[in-house]
């Protein structure tokens, strides 16, 4: 299986290009959310919520304005992500009944829909029908299907933070099985409201607001100073579809191996047998020892407890000579999102032969690790590996190569 087409938008750069210079300089968007539905209601006195919010959505002129209208925050995230990735791959000369979509992430438009029942809490009776569609993540199949030849099958996958992860798993099966030739994952934009902000905060799994005069300094995976993860909108899509099958100038990588693992846990709290078993299954299925990898993109959220967990696990596993980088300290963590958008992350750096920095890790939990700190780092590497862990007992792994 390899991986022809790309596609990225997130608060620190839309597209590709923008992404790729984004990320090599550190850039950051964290400031008090300011998105309408993320702010307590009425006058109750409260610090605002620290995130990364997308100032403006760049959609691409050519869909249309009819759909957009109608098209919450995520859909249209996901339209501009799968535009950009389906183009590079080149997937309108691909028989449509033989393309398959799996959008990863469920709950994802819950601000939209806290606003739809405050807007019309006194006269329910005037909420749109198009709610009995919108209110559904299928929506987001049903207009990604509409606007692009997508007809083998497109449905949804939840898995909370691991969920765009498993969707390009899924994909690498449904191509593997003959099921379809080609298969687009794309981790969902969740577009969080003030309550799941609010109960993320009461967990201890969201920051606080230690850094709310300085937002930039809030996201900080794996440093000492850590206090939770901070919110990231984004969204990312992954194009996977057979070696050979059809003519492809140069795909990223080969996907060499494949790995999850439930624990049973309904509760946030990580898995470290869970976390040892994915690392170990995908490079069982890559034919890949400890030493074969030369680098590991985290799950890296800034938890207390996630991130001694995930360092434990790699260190077991003998990764602790690779080179490692936290995506999420940058771009934040997009939740349903992210493992989509740290496999973007981790090939456009394959590509460019160049490690992105981590940012605020001033002080790591464990220096003994390969860190890739306040500077991004010249780096070529032909093998990596990429991790994503969901609330629910839930790990999941990919070991990628470099094609050639």
Known sequence: MVITGLGVTTAVGQGKDDFTAAIFEGRHAFAPMGRPGRSLPGDRPAAPFLGAEIAELSVPEALPARVLRTASLSARAALTTLSEAWHEAGLDDVDPTRIGLIVGGSNVQQRELTQAHARHAEQPEFIRPTYGIAFMDSDLCGLCTELFPVRGFAHTLGGASASGLLAVLQAVRAVRSGQVDVCIALGALM????????????????????????????????????????????????????????????????????ATAVDGNRNPDPSL?????????ALAEAGLGPDDVEYVNPHGTGSMIGDDTEL????????????????????GHGLTAAGAVEVVATLLQMRERRLHPTRNLLDPVDPSFGWVREKSLPY?????????????????????????
């Open 191 to 258: 577009d969080l409201s003030y309550w799941e902000l609010l109960a993320f905060r009461s967990m201890g799994a969201m920051g606080s607001d230690r850094f709310a005069d300085d937002p930039g300094s809030a996201c900080r995976p794996f440093d000492r100073q850590r206090d939770g993860f901070v919110f990231g909108e984004a969204c990312g899509a992954v194009v996977v579809e057979r070696e050979g099958a059809r003519h492809h100038p140069e795909p990223y990588a080969r996907v060499l191996g494949t």
């Open 273 to 281: 047998a869970g976390e040892i078993s994915v690392i170990e299954g």
């Open 312 to 331: 434990r696990a790699l260190a077991t596993c003998g990764l602790g000579h690779a080179r490692i980088n936290a995506t999420k300290s940058i771009t």
């Open 380 to 404: 070529e590497f032909d093998t990596a590996i990429s991790l994503s862990m969901g609330f629910g007992g839930l790990s999941s792994a990919i070991c990628l190569g470099k094609w050639r």
